[in-house]
């Protein structure tokens, strides 16, 4: 069965650099969620679309941005970047019928 | 305010123990659901079950096993007859229903189960 995509699955980038994630749902999923893992921690939601729409905001920092393309593939935009981004980065997809999230793989993102 | 409070940090058990991770919640939605994912080493998050608040039947897949109390707020996961293979970090999550589209789970810190050979 088709999964969530992420890519890159690992990526390393320089302080003040800047970073794109991108994430391909699982086919007829209308809903993708972007987690933020830190070292050690649970994961902490970022941001949500629901149909191209932002549908909720979490605890994302101004330099970051996302978008869900007309495809339903979702961005996450990160600039500035500073040391703390330093994590692992999970979408998620679900659909519209309360059905469970179903995450990708993650994109490991190291700050130096 | 929504909470999920997942008190044992980490528990270590020798292959073929029963174990039971718990995992309590708070929340003042009346229809809300409740998951849990398994993280292994590896770092991907392993969807494991959803419950609605609706439904407190127990469940059982395989060796593991949820128990759903609403009276305690407690939705609790045991694996019966541990493997090696279950080592991983499993992460309790809540989800308040809104009426249609899927909600944003909020994670309890996770328990790193540890299951020695």
């Known amino acids: 069965a088709a999964g969530v995509i992420q890519s890159p699955r690992h990526l390393i980038k320089e302080k003040r650099e800047t970073a794109t994630l991108k994430c391909y749902p699982i086919?007829?999923?209308?809903?993708v969620y972007w987690y933020q893992q830190g070292p050690g921690q649970d994961p902490q939601f970022l941001i949500s679309f629901y149909e191209k729409m932002q549908s909720d905001k979490g605890s994302i920092p101004d330099r970051f941005s996302a978008q869900q393309f007309s495809d339903y593939h979702s961005e996450l935009n990160m600039s500035s970047l500073e040391l703390g981004d330093s994590a692992l980065y999970f979408c998620a997809s679900g659909s519209s019928y309360n059905s469970p999230l179903h995450f990708g793989n993650g994109t490991r993102l190291t700050v130096t | 305010a929504q909470k999920v409070t997942q008190a044992q940090t980490e528990i270590s058990v020798v292959e073929k123990e029963d174990v039971t991770l718990d995992c309590v919640y708070e929340t003042r939605d009346t229809t809300y659901y409740l998951f849990w994912y398994k993280q292994p080493p590896s770092g991907e998050l392993v969807f494991l079950i959803r419950?609605?608040?609706?439904?407190?039947q127990n469940e059982i897949s395989g060796r593991y096993s949820w128990n759903f109390q609403k009276s305690t707020s407690s939705f609790n996961f045991t694996i019966t007859a541990s493997q090696v293979v279950d080592s991983a970090v499993y992460f309790c999550a809540l989800s308040e229903a809104d009426g249609g589209a899927t909600n944003k789970l909020i994670f309890g810190t996770g328990t790193l189960l540890a299951v020695q050979p």
């Open positions: 419950r609605n608040s609706f439904d407190e």
């Open positions: 086919p007829r999923h209308d809903t």
